[in-house]
């Protein structure tokens, strides 16, 4: 990289791997790989109607009939609007959250309106309820200590993300100047990412 240089080159479809990285010979690297879903160790879970919700945003993954979406954060409930009322086929949906509310990572000033959608398109929430198993017909679930039994054609999961360290993992010790900036860090918010990027720009 000449830092002297303002030109700005970029390849949206190469996947950048550590030695193809190498090969550039940077001065600089700066990880944005972003974060990646979790999937908790729930029996069941490699089932083959079981979905992560950015599967099932970006359409990779089809869904239909009874929909349980297990984790009731933001990207949860924005997933269940979504199903309920854009995807064909998906008649019910059902959140499953093992803590006392839903949305709570939602901005105060807008989750009422967020949670009065919800209620309006019909979406089904079960609070402090633990999902225990995945089967073929549903999701066994502990509420409060009481065993249940949830029926679903197709689960969803959004139980949060993890850094996405791969690169990373490839690059430590090899380049002099490497930096990782926003959900790769620390999955987080556009702000936080933004920020991150901004300051590590200017600072190589
Ligand atoms: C469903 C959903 C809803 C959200 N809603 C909000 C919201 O309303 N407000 C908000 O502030 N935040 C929201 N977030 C969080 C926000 O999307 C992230 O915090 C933000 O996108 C992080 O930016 P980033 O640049 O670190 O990573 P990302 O935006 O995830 O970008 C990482 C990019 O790196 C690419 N990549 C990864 N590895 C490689 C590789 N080896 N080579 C080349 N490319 C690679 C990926 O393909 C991806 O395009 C939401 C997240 C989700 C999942």
Redesign the pocket.
Known sequence: MNRYSRQLTTDPN????ANTLMNMQPDAVIL????TPLRPDIPGIDRKCVAT??DV?TKRTKVWGTVVVVGGG??GC?TAEFVLTRVEGVDRVVIVEMLGRIAGDVPATSRPFFLARLEKEGVEIHIHTTVKEITEGGVRVDCKGDPQFIEADTVVLSVGFEP?SR?ARGLEGRVSELYA????LK?????E?MAEGFTVGMKV
Not at 181 to 184: A, E, I, S, T
């Open positions: 190469t996947n950048g791997d944005a790989t972003g974060a919700a950015e945003l933001m990207v924005e996405d690169l900036v926003g959900d790769c999955p987080r918010t556009i702000r990412a």
